[in-house]
Every structure is written in C-alpha cells, then in structure tokens.
C-alpha cells in the first residue's frame, strides 16, 4: 500500500497541510508514521478526511466529528454513552433537510414564476410555503 506525504494527502483532499496537523492535534486523525521527520499517511486517511468534510458540512462540530470517528464507528453499535449524541444528530439531520427540501420548492416555485415582478412572485410563493406549513 502507497504510502503519502502531508502535501499529497492536502492535495487529494482539497485542504492545507496545517489542516492536517491540526486535525492530528485535536485527534480527528492518527498521529502518522514518520520517516526521516517526515509525516506517511495510508491511503485510507483520504477516506477518513471525507467523512471529516461531510460531517462538518452537515453542520457537526470537531467534537462531535471526533466522537463519531473514534467512538462510535469502531464498535457494532452505538453504546448507551452515545446513543443520545447518536439521536439527537439524527434529529439535527431530518430538520435540516426539511429546510432544504422547503428551500429548494421555494427557488423551483421563483424560477417558474409568471409575475411581471419577481418580488411580487418571491412574496406570493413565501406565503404559499408559510400556508403550508413549509416555513
């Protein structure tokens, strides 16, 4: 298996260097081999940076990222100790892909819209969503 330096992994991954030592600091990443000083990834740390980026994008902290990285994942289930954290990102997740899916049919309804005034149209469409319950 090939093994990468910090610059390739950066690279591959679309983040700086220094992001890399610091996600080992605050233990989202395994300290690396090091030969001659120089730090050797895995392969498969590229992987485990994507699940950094999806996370922190879905809106997870770097707390919550390490808990689920080094806690949760390695074992067949969730404990008990993290079944709640485990729930309540769940729940996080569902709201937030209502307000996506609300936006979404709200911009689909504006580039459909046949009024003379955009704002005209931007404020009808609001109340349709606020009607149906889409706000």
């Known amino acids: 298996m090939a093994e990468l330096t910090i610059s390739q992994v950066a690279r591959q991954a679309g983040v700086?260097?220094?992001t890399l030592r610091y996600?080992?600091?605050v233990g989202l990443l395994p300290n690396p081999k090091r030969i001659s000083g120089q730090r050797r990834y895995a392969e498969s740390i590229l992987s485990r940076l994507a699940v950094i980026?999806?996370?922190?994008q879905a809106g997870f902290t770097l707390t919550e990222i390490r808990i689920l990285l080094n806690d949760i994942l390695p074992s067949a289930s969730p404990t008990l100790q993290w079944h709640d954290l485990v729930q309540?990102?769940?729940q996080e997740m569902n709201t937030l892909l209502q307000h996506v899916q609300h936006m979404k049919s709200l911009l689909e309804?504006?580039?459909?819209?046949?009024d003379v005034q955009l704002a005209d149209c931007i404020?009808?469409?609001?109340?349709k969503h606020?009607?149906?319950?889409?706000?």
């Open 53 to 56: 980026q999806t996370a922190q």
């Open 130 to 135: 606020k009607m149906m319950g889409n706000d």
């Open 16 to 18: 700086r260097p220094s």
């Open 88 to 90: 309540r990102k769940l």
């Open 23 to 25: 996600y080992e600091t």
């Open 109 to 114: 309804d504006v580039i459909h819209c046949g």
């Open 123 to 127: 404020y009808s469409t609001g109340q």
